[in-house]
C-alpha cells in the first residue's frame, strides 16, 4: 500500500490491513487504513465493509456517537458490506449502550425480520427481550424473551434472558409464572451473578400470591448479611409474619432487625411498622413511643405515614386537636396524589367534624370526592352526612347516608341511626320509624337502643299511628330502659295515650304528671290538656271547669292567654255568647301583646255576628288598634274590621275600611291582600273601571305577593264579562312575562285560553291549551287544558284527539273533571255511532262518578239516545224514567218527559 501504488491488489491490501490492526485492538490505526481505502477507492468493493469496521472500531472504544455515523453510512452500502446483519447487530448494540432503547429494538427487530439465517438471530432475540424490559413493555419482553430458541445460548446469555424474563412476569404481576421462571433459574445456574436477586424476585413472587410461609422461608435465607438486599429481606421476612397475623413473632424480627442495622436506611420504616403493629394491638404507649420516631424520619413518606398514623390514634382516644395536629403533619409530607394524603385529608375530615368546623371538614372531604372518588368512599360519605346532619342540612345529609354500601358493621349502625334522625328532622315519619324500628330490632345491645325508641315512639306519633307509640312507650316502662322520672317523656306517654284513643288512661296519667312534678314545665300544660281533652270530646262545662283548674293552681302561668281563649271557644260553642265574648276580652286586656289576640279578636267578631250585631265586634277592632297601635298584629286585626263588612255584603263600607287599612298601615305586608278586597268590594258594586284599577295596582305594585296571579285573573274575568277579550289577553300576556315562576301562571295561561274560546279563536285557545298540558302537566290546569282540547276536537270531528284526552281523564282522576271527560268520551263516541262501546263509556259515569249528579244525569240521557239508535225503546225509556224521578221540576226532568213522550 505504501510502494506498489499501482498494484491490482492494492484495494484489498488496505482493507485487510486495517483487518488486522482491528484483531490487534489498534483502532486507530485500523481507522486509518479503512479510511485511506474509502478516500483512494471510493465506491470500491471493500468501502461498505470498512464503514462497518470503522463503526465497530468507535464502538470499541465507546465513542458511540461516531460509531453510530459510520454504522448508518454501512447500512446504506448494501452492495459492498459484507457485514450488513454484524452492522445492523452493533448498531442496535450501540443504541442499547446509550440507553436509546427505542432505536435499538427497531435495529434487532430489523436483524430478526430480514436475516433469519444469521448467526446474531439468538443473540438479538435476547438483546431484543431486554430493551423492551427497559422499555417497561414486559409483555413485549415476555414474548421475545420466551423463544425457545433461547435454550441454545451460553450460559451467561441464557441465565440474563432467564432473570429478566422472570423480572418481566413479575412486572405484569404474573407472580406464578414469575416464581416458575425464577426457580428454573435457580435450579439451573445455581452460580449466576444474579443469583441474591433472583431469590429476592422469587421471595416477592411467592409474596404477592399470599404465599407468605414460603415467602419468609426465601427471605430469611437471604436476610443474612449486610447488603441492601439482607437488609430488605430481614425487613419483608417480618412482614410474611404480619400478613399471617403472626403479630408477636413480627414485632420481634423487627426489633432483632433494629439491633442488627441501628444505622441502615430500613431504620425509620422499621419503626412506623412497629407503631403499626402495636397500635393493632392496642397498645397505644409503645405505638406512640415508635411513631413519633419515624416521624422524625428524613423519608416524607415514612414522615406522612408516622404522623397519620398518630392522628388516627389521638381521633380514637377521642383527642381531636391532637389528631387533626398531626394529621396536618402528615398531609404536609406526603406525596401528591398518594394514598396516604388521602388518608390525611380523611383524618383532617374527621378532626375538623369532631371539633366543629363543619366548613373545614366539607372542604378536606371534597376533596378527596374530586382527586379519587372510589377512595374509602363509605367513610367519606358518611362524615359528609353528620357535617351536612350538624349544618340542619338533611336532605344532602340524607344523600350521603344513602350512598353507603359498607360492610363495617360501625358505620352501619351510625349510617342508619343518622338515617332515621335524617328523616325524623324532615318531618318524615313513616321512613324515620321504619329505620328506628330496624336499628332497635339488629342494635338491641347498643348503647344508643333506647334514644332510637324514644324516637320511634315520637315518629309514631308524629305519623298518627298513637297506638304503636303507646305500645313503645309501655314496653320501656316495662323493662325499665326509660322511667317516668322524665316529666318530658312522661308528657310525650300520656299523650300517645290519648292519641290512641285511652282517653280515660290520658286524663289519669296527665294528672298524675303534674301531682309528680309540681314544679315542671309539664305541670300546667297537662291539667290544660286535661281540659282540652274534655273540650275535644264536646263536654264543654267540664273543659271550662278543668282550664279554670289550671289558674287556680298556677295562677302566674304562661298558658294564662290560651286558656282565657280556651274557655271562650266553650262557651262559643256552648252559644253562650256573652260569656265567650267576656273571655276572648280578657285576652285582649289582659295580654295584648298574645299571640292569642289575633284569635280572640276573631271569637269575638264570630260571637257578634252570631248574636246579630257585628257593629260591636267593628267597635272593639277600632278601640283595641287604638290602644295598641305598634302590636306585631295589629295590622291584621284592623283589616278584620273590612272583612267583616264584606263578608256582610256591605260592600261600600268594606271600601272605605280597605282604604282607610291602606292609609292607616302603609308598611302593611297585608297592603296587597287590601288592594285585591278593594277591587273584589268594587266588582261586587259593578264598578269595574274602580275595580281592575284597584287590582292592576295590587298586580304591578306587588308582583312576589300571593295575591298578583289572582288580581290579574279577576280582571281577566272582568273583561271576559265585558267581552274585552283583547284587553283580557293582554293583561294576560303581561302577567305571564312579569309573574315568570308564579305558581299562578298555570292558572293564568289557562284562562287565557278560555278567553280565546270566548273570542272565537279556537286554534290560538288550541295551542294555548297544548302549551299548559304539555309544560305544567302536574297542575290541575294541564289537565283541565286537555279538556278543553278535547271540546275543540270533539267539535272539530278529529274523534281520536278528542277520545284520548277525554279517556286519560276519565282514568287518571276520580273528581268532577273525570266525571266530565267519562262523559264527554261516551258522547264522542255516540257521535262516531259507536253505539254499543258508548253504552259502555257512559255506564261508567254511573259506576265510578255516582256523586256528581251533573254528569250522571247527562248520561242516563245520552244512554236513552244510545238506546234509541239501536231501537230498544224499552231500555231507552227506563233510563229517561230514571232522570225523571230525580229531576220532577227542572230542566233534566222536562227534556226526558219529552223524549219519552217522542218514544210513544
Known amino acids: 500500500v505504501n510502494h506498489i501504488i499501482w498494484s491490482n491488489v492494492r484495494e484489498e491490501a488496505f482493507y485487510h490491513l486495517g ?228 403479630n408477636k413473632e413480627a414485632i420481634t424480627i423487627y426489633r432483632n432487625l433494629l439491633s442488627n442495622h441501628s444505622s441502615s436506611f430500613i431504620v425509620p420504616r422499621v419503626e412506623y411498622q412497629l407503631g403499626l403493629l402495636y397500635f393493632n394491638s392496642k397498645d397505644i404507649k409503645s405505638s406512640k413511643r415508635y411513631l413519633l420516631t419515624a416521624a422524625s424520619s428524613n423519608e416524607a413518606d415514612v414522615r406522612a405515614r408516622a404522623y397519620t398514623l398518630l392522628g388516627e390514634l389521638e381521633l380514637d382516644n377521642k383527642k381531636y386537636a391532637s389528631a387533626n395536629n398531626y394529621f396536618e403533619q402528615g398531609l404536609n409530607y406526603a406525596a401528591e396524589d398518594s394514598d396516604v394524603q388521602l388518608r390525611s ?69 351510625l349510617t342508619l341511626y343518622g338515617t332515621a334522625y335524617c328523616y325524623f328532622n324532615l318531618g ?36 298518627k299511628n298513637y297506638t304503636a307509640s303507646y305500645q313503645v312507650y309501655k314496653d320501656l316502662f316495662i323493662s325499665q330502659k326509660l322511667s317516668l322520672d322524665d316529666p318530658n317523656v312522661y308528657y310525650q306517654y300520656a299523650q300517645a295515650l290519648y292519641k290512641s284513643g285511652k282517653t280515660e288512661s290520658a286524663i289519669k296519667e296527665f294528672s298524675n304528671l303534674q301531682e309528680k312534678f309540681p314544679n315542671s314545665s309539664y305541670a300546667d300544660v297537662s291539667l290544660y290538656t286535661i281540659g282540652w281533652i274534655h273540650f275535644q270530646q264536646g263536654d264543654f262545662e267540664t273543659a271550662i271547669d278543668k282550664y279554670r283548674g289550671v289558674m287556680d293552681v298556677y295562677s302566674r302561668t304562661t298558658l294564662a292567654p290560651v286558656i282565657y281563649y280556651s274557655i271562650g271557644d266553650a262557651y262559643f260553642n256552648m252559644s253562650n255568647y256573652d260569656s265567650a265574648i267576656d273571655n276572648y276580652r280578657k285576652v285582649l286586656t289582659n295580654y295584648p301583646s298574645s299571640d292569642y289576640v289575633f284569635d280572640a279578636v276573631n271569637g269575638i267578631q264570630y260571637s257578634y255576628v252570631a248574636k246579630g250585631k257585628p257593629e260591636k ?102 273583561y271576559n264579562s265585558l267581552e274585552n277579550y283583547g284587553a283580557a289577553i293582554s293583561k294576560y300576556n303581561l302577567a305571564i312575562e312579569k309573574l315568570e315562576g308564579s305558581p299562578g301562571i298555570p292558572e293564568i295561561l289557562y284562562m287565557k285560553g278560555l278567553t280565546y274560546i270566548n273570542a272565537d279563536s279556537l286554534q290560538q285557545a288550541y295551542k294555548v291549551f297544548s302549551d299548559v298540558s304539555y309544560y305544567y302537566r302536574e297542575t290541575i290546569f294541564a289537565d283541565k287544558s286537555k279538556f278543553e282540547s278535547g271540546l275543540i276536537d270533539l267539535a272539530a270531528g278529529r274523534y281520536e284527539n278528542s277520545d284520548n284526552n277525554f279517556l286519560e281523564l276519565a282514568e287518571k282522576r276520580n273528581d268532577e273533571l273525570g266525571a266530565k271527560g267519562q262523559y264527554y268520551y261516551g258522547l264522542s263516541l255516540y257521535e262516531q255511532a259507536k253505539y254499543t262501546d258508548a253504552i259502555s263509556a257512559l255506564v261508567r259515569v254511573r259506576t265510578v262518578f255516582s256523586m256528581y249528579d251533573e254528569w250522571l244525569t247527562k248520561s242516563y240521557m245520552a244512554l236513552g239516545d244510545c238506546y234509541v239508535k239501536l231501537d230498544d225503546n224499552r231500555k231507552a225509556e227506563e233510563m229517561y224514567r230514571i232522570v225523571i224521578s230525580k229531576h220532577k221540576n227542572d230542566s233534566f226532568g222536562k227534556e226526558a218527559r219529552q223524549k219519552v213522550r217522542e218514544l210513544k
Open 428 to 463: 318524615d315519619y313513616e321512613n324515620s320509624a321504619f329505620r328506628f324500628a330496624e336499628y332497635a330490632k339488629v342494635y338491641p345491645n347498643d348503647e344508643r337502643v333506647t334514644d332510637a325508641k324514644l324516637r320511634l315512639a315520637d315518629s309514631y306519633f308524629g305519623s
Open 617 to 718: 265586634a267593628i267597635a272593639l277592632i277600632d278601640g283595641f288598634v287604638n290602644e295598641n297601635p305598634s302590636l306585631k298584629f295589629s295590622d291584621q286585626i284592623y283589616l278584620k274590621k273590612a272583612e267583616i263588612y264584606y263578608s256582610n255584603r256591605e260592600y261600600e263600607a268594606a271600601k272605605e275600611s280597605y282604604k282607610d287599612f291602606i292609609e292607616k298601615f302603609s308598611n302593611s305586608k297585608f297592603i296587597p291582600d287590601a288592594y285585591y278586597w278593594l277591587g273584589k268590594s268594587a266588582d261586587n258594586l259593578e264598578q269595574y273601571e274602580d275595580a281592575i284599577f284597584y287590582f292592576n295596582v295590587a298586580f304591578q305594585k306587588y308582583p312576589k305577593s300571593e295575591i298578583a296571579a289572582s288580581s290579574v285573573l279577576e280582571m281577566g274575568s272582568i
Open 345 to 413: 385529608m380523611l383524618g383532617l375530615g374527621a378532626a375538623l367534624y369532631y371539633l366543629g368546623r363543619n366548613d373545614d371538614a366539607m372542604e378536606y372531604l371534597n376533596k378527596i370526592l374530586a382527586a379519587s372518588p372510589d377512595f374509602e368512599r363509605d367513610r367519606v360519605n358518611y362524615y359528609l352526612a353528620e357535617n351536612y346532619f350538624d349544618r340542619q342540612k338533611y336532605n344532602q345529609a340524607l344523600e350521603r347516608f344513602n350512598g353507603i354500601t359498607t360492610q363495617d358493621e360501625d358505620i352501619k349502625r
Open 19 to 246: 483487518l488486522i490492526y482491528y484483531e490487534f485492538e489498534k483502532y486507530s490505526i485500523a481507522r486509518a487504513r479503512f479510511e485511506s481505502l474509502l478516500e483512494e477507492y471510493r465506491g470500491g468493493k471493500y468501502s461498505g465493509s470498512a464503514m462497518y469496521w470503522i463503526g465497530e472500531s468507535y464502538a470499541a472504544e465507546n465513542k458511540l456517537d461516531e460509531a453510530i455515523e459510520f454504522l448508518l453510512k454501512a447500512i446504506k452500502d448494501k452492495q459492498s458490506n459484507s457485514y450488513r446483519d454484524y452492522t445492523i447487530y452493533t448498531l442496535a448494540t450501540v443504541y442499547e449502550k446509550k440507553g436509546d432503547y427505542e432505536n435499538a429494538v427497531k435495529y434487532y427487530d430489523q436483524l430478526l425480520s430480514y436475516y433469519r439465517n444469521s448467526s446474531l438471530l439468538v443473540s438479538a432475540q435476547i438483546r431484543i427481550g431486554v430493551c423492551y424490559f427497559y422499555l417497561k413493555d414486559y409483555q413485549s419482553s415476555i414474548l421475545e424473551l420466551n423463544n425457545p430458541l433461547l435454550d441454545d445460548l451460553p450460559d451467561n446469555f441464557y441465565s440474563e434472558s432467564l432473570y429478566l424474563l422472570a423480572n418481566s412476569y413479575y412486572r405484569v404481576q404474573d407472580y406464578y409464572e414469575a416464581e416458575k421462571v425464577y426457580s428454573e433459574l435457580l435450579e439451573k445456574f445455581p452460580g449466576t451473578d444474579y443469583i441474591r436477586d433472583a431469590k429476592y424476585g422469587l421471595a416477592w413472587s411467592l409474596f404477592q400470591q399470599n404465599k407468605y410461609n414460603d415467602a419468609f422461608r426465601v427471605f430469611n435465607h437471604l436476610s443474612t448479611g449486610d447488603d441492601s438486599i439482607a437488609v430488605e429481606s430481614f425487613y419483608w421476612k417480618a412482614e410474611a409474619k404480619r400478613y399471617l397475623g403472626k
